[in-house]
């Protein structure tokens, strides 16, 4: 190293000397020793020209030296040549000592205020001196010095049992900035009362007074630094000299987190019991403890902004640098010879953070100006180094800070949001009044900001990432919105770390579109990757610094393409970011970004085609799969051979998202043949890759091959996790193979791995669809009665299957109790719970109770307004239903074509059996005007409804009894209407509904018979085709009347003439079928021997 030239020569002269001191020759001293004088002048020289670059001795010492260095000049020898070594060892090892010493300075600088730290659990037993027996019988009766002496003895043994001590008590924190009554001693695990723990302690609030022993307890100040709703642990006392104080623990820093019980994992901790027990259970495998704690420390009026960026400079720099006690290397001066880039960007106080490796590109962090300037002086002049600068501003916290939400307060309601929205906006204007009218050349720095826009940035990142840990999809939309009016309104240009987690809070609520939106307002570009023109909504004002445009911000925009399936657009962007601007995909040229954005950080990386090929995989279409598999052969395999500026080589990820896709349609070779190129690579497969293959064989019909690779994954020492499991699970119970299942659930246990609360659902929906809801109930009870299993009973979709069981076995008042004891157990019920419980009243014939849940569903979804149909119908509430049923045929519902027939049939079996025939019809014209064909479930539920019977009574006794319980009045004009409804639109008539009308003419006999007997004329006529040829080209046929089968009922008195005189009736289309032989033994019990109706015919 440069720093340590002059040092480094003196040592290996003194190493040489001391090997051969016998050697003393004239030119081995004359070459080892130069002129004392002229070493001390040259060292002063450098030192003066810069204070602290070549040297770390202060001035005054080297002048108080400089008399023994004459000493040394005027006379020489081989011990003085001795001596030497002692003070260059000395400068060495100050230079070493330096260095540490700046490095701890600059991380207490930038502590943050989340630390942590690793304390003693077991009690150590410290060794105190004592005395023996004679000693202190000779003490007690010595004089006061001997009383002196054994004070000091006591008070050494307490300072040696403080400092094996961990001196930390903790309290629970509760809503509203509440203290619980009992502390916990961290060293004995006893809750004790605020007066046990302060007994025989020394209470000061004072800075300045720092006895050991004494006590730091937490105060009102900083107590109230927490927010109202807090509800956790903190400090409330330590012990100075404890343990737990020389880790820099303080009164009032909130417990995060504890080590787990095994391993070194941290697990949070908001209760005193919580950290109690973690405590407890961790001392049986460990002696120390990791907590975690978070410092309050929020009181300073003025608050620090910092920024960095980086510049490329060429030699000569023209910049003074110099060594700081505060750890960095700071900017001292400018040269006026310097650069204009230097001269427009770097100011007078300026930090130097880190400098360019000359091999590698890396950056390494500068600790003194020695590292500076040793990297800079291997570059050639001319050369270009990149060095990373720090500037730090200070800003008035209480005119900004104090008008934005903090991080802690996560906003919960509509008023806090307009509130955040309000102090964003103020924030903004302080921001724009705090500027400097002489900052031009700060304002030529590249993405330069105030420090109260800096300020506004920073408080919306914590808010973004406070919402988006929550995973609060409802608010983060609304959140990421206030941020964008916030920035707008100050004038601020977004970094790239805040859009990209304004671009991640989209995504999270899926809304893709706001995502890409967002993106082409904040850059101007087609987040399609194409060259439209885009609309900018807020005019420009909405913009981003040239480095926010990277890698990471463009991975967002290709996840919403990703969430929308749309693969053509995220090829484009990957084009875009490659600069490719002479490529079609979809029909779109492609556009260059080059230069839009940092140059450093542009070209997309394997995660950016990682996200191109889940949105291909997306798509789920044949045409997906394709563009999938070419983005996968197109990425070259993990090697060392690959080169350095071609595509981004494949790593797990892309393999696994590859299967993934594969998986989808079941293509498990093709899956196999990725997993077999995998492990031909460097790369070796995890769990994700085998439970995708599981997937895929599972997909392909192979539940036999997906057993078989959960045995290999396991012969891999993989351990299979709970998502493999339950992959295999489900389709076990989908086969109904429900005992293998249960076997594989035992196989899982053995293993050590818990079923969760899906592997339970998959059991209970399979007993279910396997028409067992008696033991899938049995199943659902015997988890809750378990005291370890009942936790995962706690699930609005196991509460469901259960109520689902009770409705299969018909008992409403099991499933009605099942909803009690899922809202005692905090379990709110969702719409197919409710769905579920609608079913269960109807199998118990609760037909009013099903009416009034299904009117509390709000938004019901289509298989709630399926079952609600039933329910409203049943109940007899039929306006209702044909208002609900209207809803759907103009497409204000979301009901399936089957769903619609099905509430159609109720509708229709309701209303006879109810004697409704006018809602009856009304209901058969809607379904008819709809476009719908009646089936055979439509004709069934007439003849259920009209209680019709398809044959003939075989015994006079059957006869008389049918006709003791004949059908209403009205009934066969229903079914006359059914006959003529059909034929209007030329539809066939189901045989078995055709059987039952005339089964029924014939047990009415009369007049009811004699058109039954028309009707099986018309049925033969219409299947025998007439065409009526005339060459005469002004033979006009006349227009017949027609006669609808409900006119000739009414009115047959005054019709049968007409009959007679040519009129026309409804043809009958009766489809032949396997049922023919009922159809034709129905006709022949209502056929006449005379001749009926001769002068009817077809139309």
Same mark, same amino acid.
């Given at each position: 190293?440069?720093?340590?030239?002059?040092?480094?020569?003196?040592?290996?002269?003194?190493?040489?000397?001391?090997?051969?001191?016998?050697?003393?020759?004239?030119?081995?001293?004359?070459?080892?020793?130069?002129?004392?004088?002229?070493?001390?002048?040259?060292?002063?020289?450098?030192?003066?020209?810069?204070?602290?670059?070549?040297?770390?001795?202060?001035?005054?010492?080297?002048?108080?030296?400089?008399?023994?260095?004459?000493?040394?000049?005027?006379?020489?020898?081989?011990?003085?040549?001795?001596?030497?070594?002692?003070?260059?060892?000395?400068?060495?090892?100050?230079?070493?000592?330096?260095?540490?010493?700046?490095?701890?300075?600059?991380?207490?600088?930038?502590?943050?205020?989340?630390?942590?730290?690793?304390?003693?659990?077991?009690?150590?037993?410290?060794?105190?001196?004592?005395?023996?027996?004679?000693?202190?019988?000779?003490?007690?009766?010595?004089?006061?010095?001997?009383?002196?002496?054994?004070?000091?003895?006591?008070?050494?043994?307490?300072?040696?049992?403080?400092?094996?001590?961990?001196?930390?008590?903790?309290?629970?924190?509760?809503?509203?900035?509440?203290?619980?009554?009992?502390?916990?001693?961290?060293?004995?695990?006893?809750?004790?009362?605020?007066?046990?723990?302060?007994?025989?302690?020394?209470?000061?609030?004072?800075?300045?007074?720092?006895?050991?022993?004494?006590?730091?307890?937490?105060?009102?100040?900083?107590?109230?630094?927490?927010?109202?709703?807090?509800?956790?642990?903190?400090?409330?006392?330590?012990?100075?000299?404890?343990?737990?104080?020389?880790?820099?623990?303080?009164?009032?820093?909130?417990?995060?987190?504890?080590?787990?019980?095994?391993?070194?994992?941290?697990?949070?901790?908001?209760?005193?019991?919580?950290?109690?027990?973690?405590?407890?259970?961790?001392?049986?495998?460990?002696?120390?403890?990791?907590?975690?704690?978070?410092?309050?420390?929020?009181?300073?009026?003025?608050?620090?902004?910092?920024?960095?960026?980086?510049?490329?400079?060429?030699?000569?720099?023209?910049?003074?640098?110099?060594?700081?006690?505060?750890?960095?290397?700071?900017?001292?001066?400018?040269?006026?010879?310097?650069?204009?880039?230097?001269?427009?960007?770097?100011?007078?106080?300026?930090?130097?953070?880190?400098?360019?490796?000359?091999?590698?590109?890396?950056?390494?962090?500068?600790?003194?100006?020695?590292?500076?300037?040793?990297?800079?002086?291997?570059?050639?002049?001319?050369?270009?180094?990149?060095?990373?600068?720090?500037?730090?501003?200070?800003?008035?916290?209480?005119?900004?800070?104090?008008?934005?939400?903090?991080?802690?307060?996560?906003?919960?309601?509509?008023?806090?949001?307009?509130?955040?929205?309000?102090?964003?906006?103020?924030?903004?204007?302080?921001?724009?009044?705090?500027?400097?009218?002489?900052?031009?050349?700060?304002?030529?720095?590249?993405?330069?900001?105030?420090?109260?826009?800096?300020?506004?940035?920073?408080?919306?990142?914590?808010?973004?990432?406070?919402?988006?840990?929550?995973?609060?999809?409802?608010?983060?939309?609304?959140?990421?919105?206030?941020?964008?009016?916030?920035?707008?309104?100050?004038?601020?240009?977004?970094?790239?770390?805040?859009?990209?987690?304004?671009?991640?809070?989209?995504?999270?609520?899926?809304?893709?579109?706001?995502?890409?939106?967002?993106?082409?307002?904040?850059?101007?570009?087609?987040?399609?990757?194409?060259?439209?023109?885009?609309?900018?909504?807020?005019?420009?004002?909405?913009?981003?610094?040239?480095? #926010?445009? !990277?890698?990471? *911000?463009?991975?967002?925009?290709?996840? /919403?393409? &990703?969430?929308? $399936?749309? +693969? =053509?657009? %995220? @090829?484009?962007?990957?084009?875009?970011?490659?600069?490719?601007?002479?490529?079609?995909?979809?029909?779109?040229?492609?556009?260059?970004?080059?230069?839009?954005?940092?140059?450093?950080?542009?070209?997309?990386?394997?995660?950016?085609?990682?996200?191109?090929?889940?949105?291909?995989?997306?798509?789920?279409?044949?045409?997906?799969?394709?563009?999938?598999?070419?983005?996968?052969?197109?990425?070259?395999?993990?090697?060392?051979?690959?080169?350095?500026?071609?595509?981004? #080589?494949? !790593?797990?990820? *892309?393999?696994?998202?590859?299967?993934? /896709?594969? &998986?989808?349609? $079941?293509? +498990? =070779?093709? %899956? @196999?043949?990725?997993?077999?190129?995998?492990?031909?690579?460097?790369?070796?497969?995890?769990?994700?890759?085998?439970?995708?293959?599981?997937?895929?064989?599972?997909?392909?019909?192979?539940?036999?091959?997906?057993?078989?690779?959960?045995?290999?994954?396991?012969?891999?020492?993989?351990?299979?996790?709970?998502?493999?499991?339950?992959?295999?699970?489900?389709?076990?119970?989908?086969?109904?193979?429900?005992?293998?299942?249960?076997?594989?659930?035992?196989?899982?246990?053995?293993?050590?791995?818990?079923?969760?609360?899906?592997?339970?659902?998959?059991?209970?929906?399979?007993?279910?669809?396997?028409?067992?809801?008696?033991?899938?109930?049995?199943?659902?009870?015997?988890?809750?009665?378990?005291?370890?299993?009942?936790?995962?009973?706690?699930?609005?979709?196991?509460?469901?299957?259960?109520?689902?069981?009770?409705?299969?076995?018909?008992?409403?008042?099991?499933?009605?109790?099942?909803?009690?004891?899922?809202?005692?157990?905090?379990?709110?019920?969702?719409?197919?719970?409710?769905?579920?419980?609608?079913?269960?009243?109807?199998?118990?014939?609760?037909?009013?109770?099903?009416?009034?849940?299904?009117?509390?569903?709000?938004?019901?979804?289509?298989?709630?307004?399926?079952?609600?149909?039933?329910?409203?119908?049943?109940?007899?509430?039929?306006?209702?239903?044909?208002?609900?049923?209207?809803?759907?045929?103009?497409?204000?519902?979301?009901?399936?074509?089957?769903?619609?027939?099905?509430?159609?049939?109720?509708?229709?079996?309701?209303?006879?059996?109810?004697?409704?025939?006018?809602?009856?019809?009304?209901?058969?014209?809607?379904?008819?005007?709809?476009?719908?064909?009646?089936?055979?479930?439509?004709?069934?539920?007439?003849?259920?409804?009209?209680?019709?019977?398809?044959?003939?009574?075989?015994?006079?006794?059957?006869?008389?009894?049918?006709?003791?319980?004949?059908?209403?009045?009205?009934?066969?004009?229903?079914?006359?209407?059914?006959?003529?409804?059909?034929?209007?639109?030329?539809?066939?008539?189901?045989?078995?509904?055709?059987?039952?009308?005339?089964?029924?003419?014939?047990?009415?006999?009369?007049?009811?018979?004699?058109?039954?007997?028309?009707?099986?004329?018309?049925?033969?006529?219409?299947?025998?085709?007439?065409?009526?040829?005339?060459?005469?080209?002004?033979?006009?046929?006349?227009?017949?009347?027609?006669?609808?089968?409900?006119?000739?009922?009414?009115?047959?008195?005054?019709?049968?003439?007409?009959?007679?005189?040519?009129?026309?009736?409804?043809?009958?289309?009766?489809?032949?079928?396997?049922?023919?032989?009922?159809?034709?033994?129905?006709?022949?019990?209502?056929?006449?021997?005379?001749?009926?109706?001769?002068?009817?015919?077809?139309?």
């Amino acid at each position: 190293m440069v720093q340590y030239k002059d040092a480094a020569l003196a040592l290996l002269a003194s190493i040489v000397v001391g090997q051969a001191t016998s050697i003393q020759t004239y030119s081995t001293a004359a070459f080892m020793i130069p002129n004392n004088r002229w070493k001390d002048s040259a060292i002063i020289t450098r030192t003066r020209s810069n204070s602290r670059r070549y040297s770390a001795i202060p001035y005054d010492e080297r002048s108080s030296s400089s008399d023994s260095l004459q000493e040394q000049d005027r006379g020489f020898s081989s011990t003085g040549l001795l001596n030497l070594p002692d003070d260059d060892d000395e400068i060495v090892d100050a230079l070493l000592a330096k260095k540490e010493e700046r490095r701890v300075a600059r991380q207490q600088s930038t502590r943050k205020p989340v630390y942590q730290v690793t304390l003693p659990i077991v009690v150590i037993r410290a060794t105190v001196a004592t005395t023996n027996e004679n000693d202190v019988t000779a003490t007690e009766s010595s004089s006061d010095a001997n009383g002196e002496r054994l004070a000091s003895l006591v008070a050494k043994g307490q300072d040696i049992a403080i400092a094996n001590t961990v001196g930390m008590s903790l309290r629970q924190v509760y809503s509203g900035r509440r203290l619980s009554e009992l502390a916990l001693d961290v060293d004995t695990l006893r809750f004790q009362s605020f007066g046990g723990e302060l007994q025989g302690r020394d209470v000061s609030e004072e800075e300045t007074d720092k006895s050991l022993g004494s006590l730091e307890v937490l105060q009102n100040s900083v107590l109230k630094l927490v927010k109202e709703s807090f509800d956790g642990v903190v400090v409330s006392s330590v012990t100075r000299g404890g343990l737990a104080w020389q880790a820099g623990v303080r009164a009032g820093d909130v417990l995060a987190a504890t080590s787990a019980t095994i391993g070194s994992k941290l697990w949070p901790k908001s209760t005193l019991d919580g950290v109690r027990s973690a405590i407890s259970s961790r001392k049986v495998i460990s002696s120390s403890m990791d907590f975690e704690f978070r410092r309050l420390t929020v009181d300073k009026v003025e608050a620090e902004s910092v920024q960095s960026f980086e510049l490329s400079l060429a030699r000569p720099i023209g910049i003074n640098v110099e060594d700081t006690d505060d750890g960095y290397v700071t900017v001292t001066g400018i040269s006026d010879k310097a650069s204009e880039v230097v001269a427009n960007n770097i100011r007078i106080g300026d930090r130097v953070l880190s400098v360019e490796s000359s091999i590698g590109g890396q950056m390494w962090d500068v600790y003194n100006t020695d590292g500076l300037t040793s990297a800079v002086t291997t570059r050639m002049p001319g050369q270009p180094v990149r060095i990373r600068f720090e500037r730090v501003e200070t800003i008035d916290e209480e005119a900004v800070t104090a008008r934005l939400p903090q991080p802690e307060s996560a906003p919960s309601s509509k008023s806090t949001m307009t509130d955040a929205v309000d102090g964003f906006r103020r924030a903004g204007r302080v921001a724009a009044a705090s500027e400097a009218p002489a900052a031009q050349a700060q304002q030529a720095l590249p993405g330069f900001q105030s420090a109260a826009q800096k300020m506004l940035l920073s408080r919306s990142r914590d808010l973004l990432r406070t919402f988006i840990a929550r995973n609060e999809v409802t608010k983060n939309l609304k959140v990421a919105d206030r941020v964008i009016e916030a920035v707008v309104d100050s004038e601020a240009a977004l970094d790239g770390r805040t859009l990209t987690l304004i671009l991640a809070a989209y995504n999270m609520c899926n809304n893709a579109d706001k995502t890409i939106a967002t993106f082409e307002d904040v850059f101007g570009l087609a987040g399609d990757g194409s060259e439209k023109e885009v609309k900018r909504v807020h005019d420009g004002r909405l913009s981003a610094d040239i480095a #926010a445009l !990277n890698t990471f *911000t463009i991975s967002g925009l290709l996840r /919403a393409h &990703a969430v929308r $399936g749309d +693969y =053509e657009s %995220a @090829l484009r962007v990957l084009a875009a970011m490659e600069g490719d601007a002479a490529m079609t995909i979809g029909g779109k040229p492609t556009r260059s970004w080059s230069g839009k954005g940092d140059p450093l950080n542009m070209l997309p990386d394997t995660r950016a085609y990682n996200i191109a090929l889940a949105a291909a995989a997306n798509r789920g279409t044949k045409d997906g799969l394709d563009a999938a598999l070419s983005i996968f052969e197109s990425m070259p395999n993990p090697s060392l051979s690959n080169p350095p500026l071609g595509k981004p #080589a494949k !790593n797990l990820v *892309t393999f696994n998202t590859m299967i993934n /896709a594969y &998986a989808r349609f $079941g293509h +498990y =070779e093709d %899956a @196999l043949g990725v997993f077999k190129t995998l492990k031909e690579s460097k790369l070796q497969p995890d769990r994700v890759t085998y439970t995708a293959l599981i997937k895929t064989s599972i997909k392909s019909g192979n539940i036999e091959k997906a057993l078989d690779i959960l045995d290999d994954m396991k012969w891999a020492s993989i351990k299979p996790d709970i998502v493999s499991y339950n992959t295999i699970i489900e389709a076990l119970c989908n086969a109904n193979r429900l005992f293998e299942a249960k076997d594989l659930i035992n196989e899982m246990e053995t293993a050590g791995l818990s079923p969760d609360s899906m592997t339970y659902g998959l059991l209970m929906k399979g007993l279910l669809r396997a028409n067992k809801p008696g033991p899938c109930l049995t199943f659902f009870e015997s988890a809750c009665s378990d005291a370890r299993t009942v936790a995962l009973t706690e699930n609005v979709q196991l509460y469901t299957t259960a109520i689902s069981a009770a409705a299969a076995l018909g008992d409403h008042e099991r499933a009605l109790d099942l909803v009690a004891r899922m809202n005692q157990a905090g379990v709110r019920p969702n719409k197919k719970t409710l769905t579920a419980l609608m079913g269960a009243c109807i199998s118990g014939r609760k037909y009013e109770a099903a009416a009034e849940i299904f009117s509390k569903i709000k938004n019901p979804d289509s298989h709630a307004i399926s079952v609600g149909l039933q329910a409203l119908c049943m109940s007899g509430k039929f306006d209702s239903a044909v208002e609900l049923i209207t809803d759907e045929r103009s497409g204000q519902k979301t009901l399936s074509g089957k769903q619609v027939m099905s509430g159609f049939n109720s509708l229709l079996r309701s209303a006879l059996e109810s004697g409704e025939y006018d809602i009856a019809r009304e209901a058969l014209t809607s379904l008819l005007q709809a476009g719908y064909i009646p089936s055979k479930f439509t004709f069934q539920a007439m003849s259920e409804g009209l209680n019709l019977h398809r044959d003939m009574p075989r015994t006079a006794a059957l006869l008389k009894a049918r006709q003791r319980s004949l059908p209403s009045e009205g009934t066969f004009d229903f079914l006359l209407f059914v006959l003529d409804s059909l034929e209007a639109r030329k539809l066939t008539v189901n045989s078995e509904f055709y059987s039952s009308i005339l089964v029924l003419g014939a047990e009415l006999g009369g007049l009811e018979m004699r058109i039954s007997s028309i009707l099986t004329r018309s049925r033969k006529n219409s299947n025998q085709k007439e065409v009526k040829i005339s060459l005469d080209p002004t033979d006009v046929v006349a227009e017949s009347r027609l006669i609808l089968w409900e006119e000739l009922y009414k009115n047959y008195s005054t019709l049968k003439e007409d009959l007679s005189n040519g009129a026309q009736l409804p043809s009958v289309r009766v489809p032949a079928s396997k049922q023919f032989g009922r159809v034709l033994a129905a006709e022949n019990a209502v056929s006449y021997r005379g001749r009926v109706a001769a002068g009817s015919r077809r139309r």
